[in-house]
């Protein structure tokens, strides 16, 4: 864990503990929020520049090791967090937010919802709810790790 509280700690120096620590993976898990509170949803990121060479198999099995992690763990994630909500993803997005650009460890994004929108911000406030997110996002951890 990076914080113990609700403070901004800088992307750089969350990425530095994380390296001090030896991590061997980072998930980054977050709310989100936008001006229009109709909209909703989990969402699961990871770092390219460029998606289509993830997407595409073949090039898939060429891209470094590092990459293919991150890719094929967010697909757990999701899979399994459709299990506490109703996703429209079945595959990462993808991103530069800087959090995920680590070289080091492979590294995740999770938006478990948009606090912007009433539901999903009752939702996020409760606890029974919160420890669904938790459990399932373990769940793949365990299923990704088991497997690989």
Do not use: C, D
């Amino acid at each position: 864990m990076i914080r113990n509280g609700n403070y901004f700690i800088p992307i750089r120096k969350r990425t530095q503990t994380a390296q001090k620590k030896r991590a061997n993976l980072l998930i980054s898990i977050h709310t989100n929020s936008t001006n229009n509170k109709k909209i909703s949803g989990i969402s699961v990121w990871i770092f390219s520049n460029t998606k289509k060479h993830i997407l595409n198999k073949n090039k898939l099995k060429k891209y470094n090791n590092i990459n293919k992690i991150k890719y094929e763990l967010a697909k757990t994630v999701i899979k399994e967090l459709h299990n506490v909500t109703n996703l429209n993803q079945t595959q990462p997005k993808f991103a530069r937010f800087a959090i995920l650009n680590s070289t080091s460890f492979p590294s995740i994004l999770i938006e478990t919802g948009f606090i912007s929108n009433p539901k999903e911000a009752k939702n996020l406030n409760n606890q029974y709810y919160q420890n669904l997110i938790v459990k399932y996002i373990f769940l793949a951890l365990q299923k990704y790790f088991l497997k690989y």
